[in-house]
């Protein structure tokens, strides 16, 4: 069964919201195994004033911190109802790796890949992608919290 959401489905999952909420669709989700999402780069992100004006490119940060929002849909989708009062916090990035820049026009493609899940910990393999090349890629772990 794969799911589509939209920015306001997303907004009732994550607790993000502009200018650090980075996804914004999910094109699909299959729970339990895998999400593929939207992250649109437009020259209008506030973090282009300053990173670089006269050369803007995305933070690597960011772009870890858009996958790290995927992860937190997957396991939000993954786990459904039984942890709807649960939050998603990021507790780790191992094997981050960067290839190329990501630049204003461009469309930022976020592949989440679940991986396992320990008690309240979980485990993804994750990469970013634009035009079908590789942007960057990371193992991310989230833990679900009661809120």
């Given amino acids: 069964m794969s799911i589509t959401l939209d920015i306001l489905q997303i907004q009732e999952f994550l607790p993000h919201r502009y200018p650090f909420l980075l996804v914004d669709k999910v094109i699909e989700c ?3 195994v895998s999400l593929v999402g939207v992250k649109n780069v437009t020259y209008n992100e506030p ?3 300053g990173h670089f004006p006269q050369k803007p ?3 690597g940060v960011l772009i870890l911190e858009a996958l790290a929002q995927a992860t937190g849909l ?3 989708e993954t786990a459904g109802d039984e942890l709807d009062s649960m939050i998603y ?5 191992d094997k981050a790796k960067f290839k190329r820049p990501v630049v204003p026009g461009d469309q930022l493609m976020l592949l989440v890949q679940f991986v396992k899940s ?5 485990a993804f393999e994750c990469r970013a992608e634009v035009d079908g090349d ?3 890629s990371a193992e ?4 679900a919290v009661v809120d």
């Fill in 30 to 32: 299959t729970p339990g």
């Fill in 47 to 49: 973090f282009f004033q």
């Fill in 57 to 59: 490119i995305m933070p």
């Fill in 74 to 76: 997957l396991a939000s």
């Fill in 89 to 93: 916090y990021l507790v780790g990035i």
């Fill in 118 to 122: 320990k008690r309240n910990i979980w």
């Fill in 134 to 136: 590789f942007v960057a």
């Fill in 140 to 143: 991310i772990r989230c833990a």
